[in-house]
């Protein structure tokens, strides 16, 4: 390292930097009597560096790419005395101007913009600044429009290259004409250059892991927004619009503490349907108690719900809460409300307005704070109306009321939880997830689903169960779901290909009424052409009715 003047001694470190950048390119301050043509003196030299130096700073404070470029245009102008200067950048192998700035620093248009492209040429291609100190002398400049018009005298181009790649040039020009630009000079223009090439691609690739993070981020997003859309709660599937609106009178519903009804067909989901209310409600952190109304006697049901006293019966041999105490704080789940005996109604209902119960055989009323949510596969309404359930019980329950559509109603959703189960289940079988071929996926898409999603689940675990490790699951898999079908008026067993063309009307009857018979929008949500939907309208003699 060549050792410097007094101005040169505690430099920062960054100084330090630039002065041994200077050093490789430059070599040591010259003495008097190795002074080069061009450079009159020490000073002029260092107050480049200096400039360099300010520059240096400046340009690697920022990772904004049109700001940086600004400041490289703008030193480049200031350290060669130009009057404007341009910047243009290498994309897919040509060099486009995208920038033009004036020597006070504005911005200048980019119409009518001529320049040498000898000099550029000969600036990317040597990968050295070249200097034209007079361009009313060189042939290919003195003829140039705005070489004429604006009197420019001197051309000065410096490459910006970095890892030995062409990043592109800064071209700068001026009405008068320069000192002669001594080898020094260029040197340093040259370790300018490399310097602003690295800037340039650190901000380039600082933009590209920004737009790469911003494009995971909106990815992420909209990932979020679809899983939302079509997985809306743990465990549930539903692409149909009625589980949409499930979706939303759970969402609306959950954070609060009021008492839900759930009525849907076996099989349907009620249980799931509570878990994922108490789960994003506020008392998620407390006990989510369940218990079947119609699966246990009327005394032991009482004893489970109440609690009971030590000796309020035969073999009560101890004091004991019940499911209420147990849910204080949290959620109790009553499944199967509709089939609970008329006499435990009255004592429910007491409860539920109270908020209080009190155990077999005990005089003493316990306090509770339990949110209740309710499910029956049962017509409430109609219970009431045939007085096997009491009216007043129904009205308590049924403040929020959730309504599940059996699965026949909504096919949009076989499909999704059918994927679902197979990897639910290949998970637990250690197996590979197998395909569906276009034929099984039909025979359960045209199934009838008397069980719903429970028989729906129940075929997927067979069909993998029995299929031992095969890569594809054919419609053989699912002939236990073949038994009878409706044709022409009367029940008999049929081939399994006149069973598919029933299923398969059906379906197309059900999604022409869906889309209001737009067989374009019916051919999409089948993943038909329209030509194949067009075959098979015909094929089946389907119309509209009027």
Known sequence: MANHSKKEQGRTPDAARVFAEIDKHVGPPPGPAEREPGIKDLKR????????????????????????????????????????????????????????????????????????????QNAAETGLPQVVTNAQEEDDLRDKKSIVEL????????????????????????????????????????????????????????????????????????????????????????????MKETFEVIKKVAPLSTTVLIQGETGTGKELIAKAIHYNSARKERPLVSINCGALPKDILES?????RKGAFTGADQDRAGLFEAANGGTIFLDEIGDMPIELQVKLLRTLQENEVRRLGD???????????????????LEVEKGRFRDDLFYRLNVVPIHLAPLRDRPEDVLPLVDHFLEKYCREMKKEKPL???????????????????????????????????????????????????????????????????????????????????????????????????????????????
């Open 363 to 381: 005089d003493r009323v316990i306090q509770i704070d339990v949110r209740v949510i309710a499910a029956t596969n049962k017509d409430l309404a």
């Open 151 to 242: 009197d420019i005298k001197t051309v000065i181009c410096i490459p910006l290259q970095f890892e030995e790649n062409l990043v592109g040039v800064i071209y700068a020009d001026s009405d008068r004409i320069s000192e002669t630009f001594s080898q020094a000079d260029l040197s340093i223009l040259n370790a300018f250059g490399a310097q602003a090439a690295v800037a340039i691609e650190n901000t380039r690739r600082h933009g590209d892991l920004e737009m790469l993070k911003n494009a995971l981020e909106t990815q992420n997003v909209s990932l979020r927004q679809e899983v939302a859309g079509n997985y809306e709660f743990a465990g549930i599937i539903g692409r149909s619009r009625a």
């Open 436 to 546: 569906l071929t276009r034929v099984a996926k039909e025979m359960l898409l045209y199934h009838s689903w008397s069980g719903n999603v429970r028989e729906l689940e129940n075929s997927i675990e067979r069909a993998l169960a029995l299929g031992e490790d095969k890569k594809v699951i054919d419609v053989d898999q699912f002939e236990h779901l073949i038994k009878t079908a409706t044709v022409g008026g009367t029940d008999e067993t049929v081939s399994l290909k006149k069973m598919l063309d029933v299923w398969e009307k059906e379906l197309l009857q059900k999604m022409l009424v869906k889309h209001s018979w737009n067989i374009s929008h019916t051919a999409l949500a089948l993943n038909l052409s329209r030509q194949q939907l067009y075959n098979k309208i015909k094929r089946f003699g389907l119309a509209p009715l009027i």
């Open 304 to 308: 489970e719900l109440f609690g009971y």
């Open 45 to 120: 030299r260092y107050s480049i560096i200096e400039t360099l130096l300010n520059v240096s700073t400046s340009i690697n404070s920022t990772m904004n790419l049109g700001e940086l470029l600004e400041k490289i245009v703008d030193a480049v102008v200031k350290i060669t005395d130009c009057s404007r200067g341009y910047l243009m950048l290498r994309h897919n192998g040509e060099l486009t101007l995208s920038l033009a700035r004036s020597r006070h620093g504005k911005p200048m248009s980019h119409k009518n913009f001529d320049r040498s492209l000898s000099v550029i």
